[in-house]
Each structure stands twice: as C-alpha cells, then as structure tokens.
C-alpha cells in the first residue's frame, strides 16, 4: 500500500495587537487558497471570517460583499488608526444590522419584543453617549451610509442624522424615518432603564422632536459598482476630518467637493493590497507547515 501525503487547510487569524498569524489546522484535500483569516482576531467576538476568495469582489468593476465592507469597517476601529484618539466616542454598526432594523421597526404587530431583541446587537452600549454612530445601508444592490451625530450633554444642540449615497438611488426620507424612529425607541427604553442622562437635559426630555435629518450632498461615482466603496471612503475620510461632535455649521465641511471620487475609487486597490498582504503571510507559513512535515513524510514506507 502506497503512503498518500495529505493536505491540510489552515485557518489563519491575524491579531493586530501581536502582528503575528496564528494558525489551526484541520485535515482535508482542499488546497491552501481555500484558507480563512479572521479579523481582527478569532477570539473577537465581532471578528469577520474571511475567504482568499472574497478578495475577487475587489477586482475593478466588481461590487464589494458585506465580509468585505465588515472587513474594512473594523480595519477603521484598528488602535493604530487615525480614530484611535477618540475612537471610543464612535460607534458603528455592520452592514446586517440596518435590514434586521427596518424588520424589527417596520414589521407589523409587536414593535416592542422585537425592538427588545434588536438590543442584543448594541448590548451594554449606551448610544446617546456616542459622538457618531455609523449605519451601513445596503438595499437593491446599492450601498450607502447614514451617520447619526449625538451632541455633548453640555450643549443644547439638537442630534443629526446624515444620509450619504454616491449615487442618490436609496430613498433618503425612509431611511432617515427609519434611524429616527431607531432612536426614539431606544430613547423611550433608557429614560426607564437608566438614571443616566447622557445629552442636555433641554434636548433629552424631548428627543424625537429634537432630531435633525438631513440628506448630505456627496462626491458622486463615476460607474455603477464603486458604492461600497464610496461608503467606506465616506467613514475613513468623516473619521479623518469630522470635529469632536458636529454641529450644523459643520456640514459645511460636505458637498460635492469634499473629496475627488477618483481618490474614493482608489481604495479598492488599498484594501486588496492589504487582504492580499495578510493571505500571502498564510501561504508562506503554509510552506514552512510543509517542510516541517517533509522528512517523517519521507520516512513513510511503500509496500
């Protein structure tokens, strides 16, 4: 009887605190390339598993998939990102959790079960206290963003909501209906929950009268497969250049020139290049995994 080499597939997690890769080996005859990699880490609760195949969406005239956009979007969370200085006062969302709002709110019968089951999604997180809250949108194919603005409980400015579509083909009016009425449900439920009261005790006693909604005026797209990654261009450069807590004189720093979409289109190549980087670290460690295992191997005897 011949001795048979087996393969074996690694599943690789990347840590951003140690830098290193971590990996699990189970036995199969799938090669290496169908390897999964985990971010930030496999032990994150939040973490998202990736394919090596998930990186075809990223070729040109391509549309990003949500592990993808989730990829990025915790990328953006890293400690050594340009958030990282006041990067608690963020919040976001993934890109599954705006569907599961709109059925939790808009579904018929009990708004209220439902809503209280949608909390699991931002447990132990006390949103009025945020500064910003992104909400990935994804709907008829098209990706676009909505950021909601808290202000400082020591000034008397009103909560925002922004809506940001590089090619304004989602209707703005639903979606900023539907995050409005996210937020006075989750008003209604911390005014009995909590003692705490996070905002100006002006704006808090009366918050759904108090939001702001506002459909922003974006750089547009040039083609029709680049929304995802306007959006994730909207978060990176709103991350870079937004004030500690925005006020309406700030949308000013929005519009039609607030970026070239040249500039947005280009992260598609940055974002492959770093999906590309962490899979080329797996298949290298692959290779030390198989010349490790060469000698007993060879050892094997044929009868």
């Known amino acids: 009887m011949g001795g048979q080499k087996r393969f074996r597939m690694l599943f690789f997690f990347f840590d951003e605190e140690d830098a290193q890769i ?27 598993e990736l394919s090596y195949c998930d990186i075809k969406c990223l070729e040109p005239q391509q549309y990003l998939s949500s592990p993808i956009m989730n990829f990025y979007i915790l990328y953006l969370q890293r400690p050594l990102s340009s958030a990282n ?46 500064a910003y809250i992104f909400v990935p949108i994804h709907r008829d194919l098209h990706w676009s963003l909505a950021i909601v603005s808290i202000p400082p409980k020591e000034d008397d400015s009103c909560p925002i ?30 005014k009995i929950a909590s003692s705490n009261i996070p905002i100006s005790d002006k704006i808090w006693d009366e918050v759904p009268l108090k939001i702001d909604k506002k459909e922003i005026k974006v750089p547009q797209q040039k083609n029709e497969y680049d929304c995802g990654i ?9 991350i870079e250049g937004a004030p500690e807590r925005l006020k309406r004189k700030d949308l000013s720093m929005f ?21 590309l980087k962490e899979f080329e670290s797996a298949r290298l460690e692959f290779g030390r995994e198989e010349c490790r295992e060469s000698p007993s191997s060879s050892s094997e005897s044929v009868d």
């Open 161 to 190: 909501i922004l809506h940001l579509d590089s090619l304004s083909l989602h209707n703005s009016k639903q979606i900023l209906d539907v995050i409005h009425c996210y937020l006075t449900e989750e008003w209604k439920f911390m």
């Open 230 to 238: 306007f959006v994730l261009y909207f978060m990176e450069r709103f």
């Open 22 to 48: 971590k990996e699990t080996a189970i036995d199969t005859s799938d090669d290496w390339g169908k390897a999964k990699l985990y971010y930030p880490s496999r032990d994150d609760p939040e973490s998202v």
């Open 255 to 275: 519009g039609s020139q607030w970026f070239q979409p040249e500039d947005a289109s280009a992260l598609r190549k940055r974002i492959k290049d770093l999906l």
């Open 85 to 130: 200085k006041i990067r608690g006062e963020y919040y976001f969302f993934n890109t599954y959790f705006y569907g599961k709002l709109e059925e939790a709110l808009l579904k018929k019968g009990d708004r209220f079960s439902r809503f209280q089951k949608l909390r699991r999604w931002w447990k132990g997180v006390n949103i009025f206290e945020k």
